[in-house]
């Protein structure tokens, strides 16, 4: 069950033909694979073993899967890490997992040596690199992992509080993996853009091992800039774009889109995509199929499936062997279009929180992972995301879903981003908030106006910030607790 198997196997069937390319760069399967039974013989010389946590901070280069691929191969743990974590960040981490080494791009040595405090660690330098592995003979044996063992660890976003290290095991990724590429019928022909963070669950999945696993090749970005991303689509023939909402509003902002018929298909996670978002994404040319999941689901738990069955605005159904209910505060299922918390029970379902296990029996109760994330089921058994239960606004007694709000936001032309929030207020409790930042011209009193006229009364925001661009995590999410500080409102 060890995940090395999948490249083994590629390699076996593929040859020669390319794994990885990086613009010029190009790294064929076998010598994907090659270069991972090195990586694997030279830990094995620094002492690692199998269960060995090892922490990987680099950023979307083809050494990510040699590492990644060759740690797992020897039965270790990988600990994928945000490369531009800063020295007290890096410690946390590291003294959580108790990591026996870390491999880093070589631009992050500053606060690598900084943040490791004894803990050994090995830089990643092109070519350098390249000429280490060359020195160490290949140990072709792949350790035999069972399913359940853990093969990552990863570190949550915190997008809505603080992190924590999510177990996944080797069925987790394999399985979720597999998953992905017979969804969206991935095959040797596949081009597929690795624009999300490989470090992140979304990209690992969906775009690594996902194509690893169906033999396409993946072609990188090492960081998500809309302008290159398009050049890259055109240039290496991409037929398959794994994204986030704020990825497709920055490439329909770029004066370059066009006609965007070359992907064969979209695919939207990590969190709601605007309905107007996605129909002006399929006006250019390509469908947008909307997925969802979190990190503890390894990524994916439901989604829409291409063709007629597909449904705008919704997430689909569970996939292959996966469950979902929607439930109420004691834990029982709620009938098709009632509001109540999303659970989810399979074999995508992480193995438990890192050295937590109270945090561990909470999300996981009777065999569901409680997300947290509200939403409902239509008669067709077809899911539908409302919110994050944290992020649930209550103003006077009334109940507002953010994401509801945002919806009609988007709506206005001149919005390009927008979130909505509660901020606390003396006499109802919570304020609806909305900040937003604009490709137009516009007014708070315009915005204001706007939404009051398309929901109920208690429902549109009076107050409404600002900024040129909100924030947001590594892969692009907004982070709405960044947004929740005192500041100076528009009134």
């Keep these: 069950m060890n995940l090395a198997e999948r490249l083994r196997a590629a390699a076996g069937r593929l040859g020669?033909?390319?794994?990885?390319?990086?613009?010029?760069?190009?790294?064929?399967?076998?010598?994907?694979?090659?270069?991972?039974?090195?990586?694997?013989?030279?830990?094995r010389r620094r002492g690692i073993r199998p269960g060995d946590r090892v922490a990987v901070m680099l950023p979307n280069v083809p050494e990510f899967a040699v590492v990644y691929y060759g740690i797992l191969r020897i039965g270790a743990v990988v600990v994928p890490l945000d490369p531009l974590l800063k020295r007290r960040e890096i410690a946390a981490y590291l003294g959580d997992c108790g990591a026996r080494l870390v491999i880093a791009w070589h631009a992050y040595a500053?606060?690598?040596?900084?943040?490791?405090?004894?803990?050994?660690?090995?830089?990643?330098?092109?070519?350098?690199?390249?000429?280490?592995?060359?020195?160490?003979?290949?140990?072709?044996?792949?350790?035999?992992?069972?399913g359940d063992d853990t093969a990552v660890i990863l570190y949550s976003a915190g997008t809505t509080g603080p992190t924590k290290g999510i177990e996944l095991?080797?069925?987790?990724?394999?399985?979720?993996?597999?998953?992905?590429?017979?969804?969206?019928?991935?095959?040797?022909?596949?081009?597929?853009?690795?624009?999300?963070?490989?470090?992140?669950?979304?990209?690992?999945?969906?775009a690594?091992?996902?194509?690893?696993?169906?033999?396409?090749?993946?072609?990188?970005?090492?960081?998500?800039?809309?302008?290159?991303?398009?050049?890259?689509?055109?240039?290496?023939?991409?037929t398959v774009f794994h994204g986030v909402p704020a990825m497709f509003i920055a490439l329909l902002d770029h004066p370059a889109v066009s006609d965007m018929s070359i992907l064969r298909s979209c695919v939207s996670g990590g969190a709601a995509l605007p309905l107007d978002v996605l129909r002006a994404f399929e006006e250019r040319g390509c469908p947008i199929i909307e997925g969802y999941g979190l990190s503890e689901t390894s990524p994916l738990a439901a989604s829409n499936r291409s063709g007629a069955g597909r449904r705008p605005g919704s997430i689909g159904r569970p996939i292959h062997g996966v469950e979902m209910r929607v439930v109420?505060?004691?834990?029982?299922?709620?009938?098709?279009?009632?509001?109540?918390?999303?659970?989810?029970?399979?074999?995508?379902?992480?193995?438990?929180?890192?050295?937590?296990?109270?945090?561990?029996?909470?999300?996981?109760?009777?065999?569901?992972?409680?997300?947290?994330?509200?939403?409902?089921?239509?008669?067709?058994?077809?899911?539908?995301?409302?919110?994050?239960?944290?992020?649930?606004?209550?103003?006077?007694?009334?109940?507002?879903?953010?994401?509801?709000?945002?919806?009609?936001?988007?709506?206005?032309?001149?919005?390009?981003?927008?979130?909505?929030?509660?901020?606390?207020?003396?006499?109802?409790g919570e304020e609806i908030t909305a900040v937003v930042s604009l490709r137009g011209p516009a007014t708070a009193d315009e915005l204001r106006a706007f939404v009051r006229e398309r929901v109920a009364a208690y429902k549109y925001p009076r107050r409404i910030r600002f900024l040129d661009e909100l924030p947001v995590g590594p892969t692009g999410k907004i982070l709405k607790r960044a947004l929740t500080a005192p500041a100076p409102s528009v009134r």
Excluded at 16 to 43: F, I, K, M, P, V
Excluded at 121 to 130: A, D, M, Q, R, S
Excluded at 172 to 201: E, I, K
């Design 16 to 43: 020669g033909r390319t794994a990885l390319t990086l613009d010029r760069e190009r790294l064929g399967y076998r010598e994907l694979e090659l270069r991972s039974a090195r990586t694997g013989a030279l830990l």
């Design 110 to 146: 500053e606060a690598v040596e900084a943040g490791t405090d004894g803990t050994d660690y090995l830089f990643v330098v092109p070519g350098e690199f390249g000429r280490l592995l060359r020195g160490v003979p290949p140990e072709d044996d792949v350790a035999g992992t069972s």
């Design 169 to 206: 095991t080797h069925a987790n990724l394999g399985g979720n993996a597999a998953t992905v590429a017979r969804m969206h019928g991935l095959g040797v022909d596949d081009v597929v853009l690795g624009a999300l963070p490989l470090y992140h669950a979304f990209g690992q999945t969906c």
């Design 208 to 238: 690594l091992n996902a194509t690893i696993h169906a033999g396409g090749r993946l072609t990188l970005l090492e960081r998500f800039d809309a302008g290159r991303a398009l050049e890259v689509i055109r240039r290496d023939g991409v």
């Design 328 to 428: 109420g505060d004691d834990g029982r299922e709620l009938p098709r279009g009632a509001i109540g918390e999303l659970v989810v029970r399979g074999p995508n379902v992480m193995k438990g929180y890192w050295n937590d296990p109270e945090a561990t029996a909470h999300a996981i109760r009777d065999g569901w992972l409680h997300t947290g994330d509200l939403g409902r089921a239509d008669d067709d058994g077809v899911f539908y995301l409302v919110d994050r239960r944290r992020d649930v606004i209550i103003r006077g007694g009334y109940t507002v879903y953010p994401r509801e709000v945002e919806e009609v936001l988007y709506e206005h032309p001149a919005v390009r981003q927008a979130a909505v929030v509660g901020v606390p207020h003396p006499e109802v």
